[in-house]
């Protein structure tokens, strides 16, 4: 057998041991090889792509130690309690535990007795930590959220960029970026910053084909809301709003129809916080309303809806974050309620925080990821494509079946170019002078005092639209906007104005397509999932999924670490007898058959023979 043929036996044969997997992903491979064989890496998987086995595999291969530089202390505890529970030695040093748990934690580093360790990045350039990575053997330099080294990135971070300093301390060492959101140009500037040596190159296809996309306007927000959370009742939502007194109040309310949901964010103290995550991660709890922190630290695989209450402010953000959903590969929903005036809410934020970190204005690429992310809301284009291209990648497909637009839960505009030549009109009329809150209102004949101070209740097209609700109305400017019809500034006080092509627009010269949200939206969520329980047994499901939650509670650990949503529904639809048979079952490792296979084995038998 060749030496290579050897060292793939291994590779999935140590795969299978830990992790009970008997194959791996696109690019998972490549990863794990160029680790191996000590070659720089950058590699650009989506959420729920298996970024952390490219780095944990390797590890596990060879001699010696393995750093991951990692921005999160309970990310950082996640990843480790999952691995120890699959066997795996690893330790985590950070400034949430207690000083004789950092020394067991070195000590065993010191030893070569754990394959991982896991830091912040203060922690890492400490002089202590730095002082012990310098004495063992540490064979590579993981950098996860990788992005955040980088300026133009989502979520820039200036601790990252000390971390290149690294490389003179351990020479020896390859080194490996890691993240799930990167454009061209964010993954050049990863390469620059951490000086990264001949790098393999690995990006993935971000395309999430398991999460179904909706994009709505915002006409209703409680009872959308409470339309998706329906949709995924008993199974777990994380609901986002941008501030803390929203994410209280949709809480309660959310407790108030019936529904078993709590807040989450940063004003709460650190106890209630820990007991809601602990809630939420232990199926105890299964709604949680946040602010867009709460996610980032949390590994459950299992989410099988996220609700955007409000726009987003970059398409990245809006990635990583929807990103949470199915992250086990089954089918999960993401829908995003949006309004025009989102946009002007994140301009606002986003200059009082410029502003007081001494600037003027937000730098200029926040401000143009956040006018992509407007346009992204506002188009009716296909939302897997549109994501696709927007991280520089292509998108074959002609519908994917799997967002609003394709699954026609979008209904054309009866009269489209009509309405739009009333909406151009009444811009013409206000001189491009006011922005779409004042439009809107002049079209549907509102009473406020200033449209009769400026004599606006005067204009031709005062009123010309009054049947139609405002947040449709708003929809179609931000259509037009998009099909060049109109142009919004990007003042603080935006303005909507008329372009060159609006006279062709007005005069009936080009056709317009204006789309607005069916009354009652057929979920197709649902139907997309029946592939993924084709033959599994639902009561089963249902009875093993309580069990997981029991032995959970018992442990005091996340129920994800028991076993994931795909391996329970897989222990549902083929009904293992014995150890051999449950073995064959993805995610069943050698750890996890030694500790849970007969409690698991004697549910199901039980099952099997109890009466209908």
Not at 213 to 220: E, G, H, I, K, S
Request: with cysteine; glycine share 6%; aromatic share 6%.
């Amino acid at each position: 057998m060749t030496e290579t043929n050897t060292q793939r036996q291994e590779i999935f044969t140590t795969l299978k041991r830990f992790w009970g997997y008997d194959s791996l992903r696109p690019l998972q491979e490549q990863a794990v090889r160029a680790s191996l064989e000590k070659q720089d890496s950058l590699v650009v998987l989506p959420t729920g792509g298996g970024k952390s086995l490219c780095y944990q595999l390797p590890a596990a291969l060879r001699d010696g130690t393995d750093v991951v530089v990692s921005p999160l202390i309970s990310l950082m505890q996640d990843q480790v309690d999952g691995l120890s529970a699959c066997g795996y030695p690893a330790v985590a040093l950070h400034s949430g535990l207690p000083s004789h748990q950092i020394d067991q934690a070195e000590t065993k580093a010191r030893n070569g007795e754990t394959n991982l360790i896991y830091a912040a990045p203060e922690r890492l350039l400490s002089g202590r930590t730095l002082s012990m990575l310098e004495n063992i053997n540490v064979r590579s330099v993981v950098i996860d959220e990788a992005h955040c080294v980088s300026h133009w990135g989502h979520d820039f971070r200036p601790e990252y960029r000390r971390l290149a300093h690294l490389r003179s301390r351990l020479p020896h060492a390859s080194w490996h970026a890691y993240t799930a959101t990167a454009t061209q140009r964010v993954r050049e500037d990863i390469v620059t910053q951490l000086g990264l040596h001949n790098p393999a190159i690995l990006v993935g296809d971000c395309d999430r084909p398991n999460l179904t996309y909706r994009v709505q306007p915002r006409t209703n927000a409680k009872a959308q809301l409470l339309e998706a959370v329906t949709r995924h009742a008993n199974q777990a939502v994380i609901v986002y709003c941008i501030s803390r007194k929203n994410t209280e109040s949709t809480a309660d309310w959310l407790s108030s129809r019936g529904v078993n949901a709590a807040p989450y964010h940063a004003g709460l103290d650190a106890d209630r916080r820990q007991r809601v995550q602990d809630a939420f991660m232990q199926e105890r709890l299964h709604v949680v309303v946040a602010t867009v922190a709460f996610g980032m630290g949390v590994d459950r695989s299992d989410v099988r809806c996220v609700v955007h209450m409000a726009m987003p402010k970059s398409i990245e953000h809006y990635q990583q974050e929807a990103g949470r959903a199915g992250r086990d590969g089954l089918e999960a929903e993401c829908v995003l309620l949006y309004s025009s005036s989102d946009a002007f809410k994140w301009r606002q934020l986003m200059t009082r925080s410029a502003m007081e970190a001494g600037a003027d204005a937000p730098p200029e690429h926040q401000m143009k990821m956040l006018d992509h992310i407007n346009r992204f809301c506002s188009s009716m284009r296909c939302r897997h494509a549109a994501l696709a291209r927007y991280f520089d990648q292509g998108y074959e497909k002609e519908s994917c079946g799997a967002c609003d637009v394709c699954l026609d839960e979008n209904e054309l505009a009866a009269d489209a170019v009509v309405v739009a030549q009333k909406i151009l009109s009444c811009v013409a009329r206000l001189g491009s002078r006011f922005g779409a809150t004042h439009v809107v209102d002049v079209l549907r004949g509102s009473n406020k005092e200033k449209i009769h101070r400026l004599g606006h209740d005067g204009l031709s097209t005062y009123g010309l639209l009054k049947d139609t609700p405002t947040p449709v109305l708003n929809s179609f400017i931000d259509q037009l906007i998009d099909a060049g019809a109109l142009a919004r500034t990007d003042d603080d006080r935006p303005v909507v104005q008329l372009t060159e092509t609006s006279k062709a627009f007005l005069k009936g010269q080009r056709g317009v397509t204006l789309r607005r949200p069916k009354v009652a939206a057929d979920s197709g969520a649902d139907k997309r999932g029946d592939a993924d329980w084709q033959g599994v047994d639902r009561p089963l499901f249902e009875r093993l999924r309580a069990l997981r939650r029991g032995l959970a509670a018992e442990r005091g650990v996340p129920a994800y670490l028991i076993f994931g949503d795909q391996t329970l529904r897989e222990l549902a639809r083929i009904k293992p007898r014995d150890h051999a048979e449950m073995r064959l079952v993805r995610g069943v490792g050698q750890r996890k058959l030694e500790a849970f296979g007969d409690i698991f084995l004697a549910d199901i038998a039980e099952h099997n023979t109890s009466p209908i």
